[in-house]
């Protein structure tokens, strides 16, 4: 694929104009437009500047070793998904002719040279920190690295004699030459790319992948010289043992050099649900497709022979500009696998998370029904346990009274203990119905898994909606008590993956609220049939009046602002990057709003602008727990509305998603939401970043108030409260 196809220019602002302002510290004249260009960040670079701050993490001698080799990890992780996706998104763009300017005023072309040059310095730091910090860290740790050419004698034996009896019999040499056309290689795989000459002197190129269902890391027996200590290990990487045993492989050939190499194919693989008659089979075809798609990305040991690379870049078509070249690790992903070692010294300490008190000390003999009546339950994962969740679907799986389940399902992994207990609602004759969304981008085979079974089961299952990713996250329980039917709900920000619940920041609430259970019924006619309805109760539905209702509650601050009162408004989000939101919260900040974003990820507003955002703060707070939870909260006069839900502030949620956001009722919890939470995330002083209004993101200087890390101050309030018992956020206030 090329990215050099002709792109037509419209008037705007130039590159380079874009970056002098920046280097002005985002210096805006007043009274600018609040469409201007240089009041928006390219989204694009700010999903860089988050994995910055996630190296940042990785650079952090506070953190445990082990969890900075994690943080390490998920850069690499971030960065395939950024090419897969956000990359080969612009070159599409690109080859399309597509000459459209976003927000900020960048073209693709634009975009695409300014990543290259960010993500050149982001590699650049993240392999120093390897080398440099990482590396050594983990020697003196006792978890040692070797390269092949310095093992002694008894440890090559050992690791040979594991290379002929496992790792060779999985090996499938492919040759490149006029018989054999050059071989399909997979996306991330990492393969050797291997030169040979044979006995008459022609030069050869093959390819050997490395099987990525093998450990990566081999064990190296230590040297008897020194005496082991306490969890200490030595290792090769797969690739060197492979590399060193080429010869195996090419029997009478000369290995002339190998070098690994690591291949990001184009995974933006769009669904023309239209033209689909059946959209599961679809889904499986796009997931196929993704794996040889067009290469985005090759990255090449740094040593690697020109003639080596252009046999590479020709074959696989790879455009110069897409080919990064490090000494570090080929695919920073896979020092995961180093993280996973078992050195519970190196990591973070466990917890166990706590239990709302209005749900007892143990599940098994709490009724989840009678607590719900009792009143609305708050979770507040991970801090909080996601057991009651699976409780609660585990109840109604079981009880008589229980007439039907319904809920949504987008990533619930591959262990799912939430599907289990709709089977066994299934098998117990109980109507159970699950929109179980196929398209969730890198979770397609799992969710056919799931969506297969789940039918197999005599589950209604329906695949999702055309033309709309079903993202909401809602179970419905309808009950027969006495003579009437009550309705509980569960609502939540977060998944239901019992596995992501421990890793990301989530809030959920149960609730038999009839109005939000009626809304939450007409949702599910409006998911699994047909419905034209627009005027929900209590819940904000997107694309139906979720953005209309946002945008008139931001209006309203603005209105009660310049009627007297304090205007404030606090935004918990992943990303923001909505122009028309923005441009509200620009008039909000105008009229003297006070408005606070906590945005992890993607920001597109400038804060702290003269004149136009000088009432906006921006924070991200990046830590051992994913931000994920989304809350908007609008101060209205003192008569405070807080809702939860699943929507960022995107175009895509709020226009081409079915989301959901759900109002906070009971004023304790509110309050708790208000003051225990959202003010923690506000007063961090250890992991939050300021943004500055040039886009550029700074520690805060604010440590005269006092140290304060807002994960773990929520954390050691969840621990005190399951060890004492001595109620939370759920109990008497």
Known sequence: ??????????????????????????????????????????????????????????????????????????????????????????????????????????????????????????????????????????????????????????????????????????????????????????????????????????????????????????????????????????????????????????????????????????????????????????????????????????????????????????????DPSDIYKTCGPIALSRLRHIAGLNRPELKFAPFAPALPATLGDDLEQTDMFAAIRHGDVLLHHPFD????????????????????????????GRKAPVVEALVEAAENGKQVAALVELKARFDEESNIEWARALEREGVHVVYGLVGLKVHAKVALVVRQEADAIRRYVHLSTGNYNGVTAQLYTDVGMFTCDEQVGADA??????????SAKHNYRKLLVAPINLRQRVEAMIRREIQHQENGDSGHIIVKSNSLIDKRIIGLLYKASQAGVRVDLLVRGMCCLRPGIPGVSHNIRVSSIVGRFLEHSRMFYFHNRGREELYLGSADMMPRNLNRRVETMFPVGDPRLLQYLRTSILDTYLADTVKARHMRPDGKYVRTTRRREGVLSSQEKLLQQAVRVGKAGDGNHNGAV
């Open 1 to 318: 694929m090329s990215a050099k196809a002709a792109v037509k220019r419209v008037p705007a602002r130039s590159a380079a104009s874009q970056a002098a302002s920046e280097k002005n510290n985002g210096a805006v004249p007043r009274n600018v437009a609040l469409d201007d260009p240089r009041l928006f960040v390219n989204r694009e670079l700010s999903l860089l500047a988050f994995q910055t701050r996630v190296l940042e993490e990785a650079e952090d001698e506070s953190n445990p070793l082990l969890e900075r080799v994690r943080f390490l990890s998920i850069v690499g992780s971030n960065l395939d998904e950024f090419f897969m996706v956000r990359v080969a998104g612009l070159k599409h763009q690109i080859e399309a002719g597509v000459f459209d300017r976003g927000p900020d005023g960048l073209s693709p072309n634009d975009q695409l040279k300014a990543i290259r040059a960010d993500i050149t310095t982001l590699l650049a730091r993240a392999d120093q920190c390897w080398r440099t910090k990482l590396r050594p860290e983990l020697e003196k740790a006792g978890i040692v690295f070797l390269d092949y050419a310095h093992l002694g004698g008894p440890q090559r034996a050992s690791v040979n004699r594991y290379f002929q009896e496992t790792v060779f019999p999985t090996l499938t040499p492919l040759a490149f030459d006029p018989g054999r056309p050059f071989p399909l290689i997979s996306n991330l795989s990492l393969n050797l790319g291997v030169s040979i000459r044979d006995n008459e002197g022609g030069e050869h190129f093959a390819r050997v992948k490395i099987p990525d269902t093998l450990p990566q890391m081999v064990p190296v027996p230590l040297a008897k010289s020194r005496a082991k200590k306490n969890g200490e290990a030595c290792f090769i990487w797969l690739e060197q043992l492979v590399a060193a045993n080429l010869n195996v492989l090419f029997p009478g050939m000369k290995i002339q050099e190998a070098h690994p190499f690591h291949v990001t194919r184009d995974a933006d693989t769009a669904i023309q649900e239209l033209e689909a008659g059946d959209l599961l089979e679809s889904v499986e075809e796009g997931v196929w497709q993704r794996r040889f798609a067009d290469v985005v990305r090759l990255t090449v040991d740094e040593t690697m022979s020109p003639a080596t690379l252009e046999i590479l870049k020709k074959n696989l078509e790879v």
């Open 385 to 412: 346990s996601f057991q009651p969740v699976v409780t609660f679907l585990q109840q109604a799986a079981r009880d008589p009274a229980v007439l039907a389940i319904k809920t949504t399902l987008y990533r619930v």
């Open 521 to 530: 019924t007409d949702l599910f006619n409006f998911l699994t049939g047909y």
